[in-house]
């Protein structure tokens, strides 16, 4: 059975920072890219970063980028994302998830694992 369970979520203040972290288990970690969703209240899921198998490649999205890092250590079966400079809008719940498809990195439907999903609220 395959499980991922996210942590490090939590309340911080404006252009502070978090780390969050993702266990998988039940999968061949180390072969499988990685991604990083959040859904705000009352909006859409969306993409925040991506990376592949060997940690060689990455992807975020424009509203994170140069701010958010997504990192791996296939040793740990762990998958990390680095947040600084906060702002009010990376306000979240933030899903790890892996990806089993080999369509858009950008698109959750290739995903076929998720966490349950961890908070992140930022307050001004």
């Known amino acids: 059975q395959v499980q991922l369970v996210e942590s490090g979520g939590g309340l911080v203040q404006a252009g502070g920072s978090l780390r969050l972290s993702c266990a998988i288990s039940?999968?061949?970690?180390?072969?499988?890219?990685m991604g990083w969703f959040r859904q705000a209240p009352g909006k859409e899921r969306e993409f925040v970063a991506f990376?592949?198998?060997?940690?060689?490649?990455?992807y975020y999205a424009d509203s994170v980028k140069g701010r958010f890092t997504i990192s791996r250590d296939n040793a740990k079966n762990t998958v990390y994302l680095q947040m600084n400079s906060l702002k009010p809008e990376d306000t979240a719940v933030y899903y790890c998830?892996?990806?089993?498809?080999?369509?858009?990195?950008?698109?959750?439907?290739?995903?076929?694992?998720w966490g349950q999903g961890t908070q992140v609220t930022v307050s001004s």
């Open positions: 990376i592949n198998w060997t940690g060689g490649t990455t």
């Open positions: 998830a892996s990806k089993g498809g080999s369509g858009s990195y950008y698109d959750g439907i290739e995903y076929d694992y």
């Open positions: 039940g999968r061949a970690f180390s072969t499988y890219s």
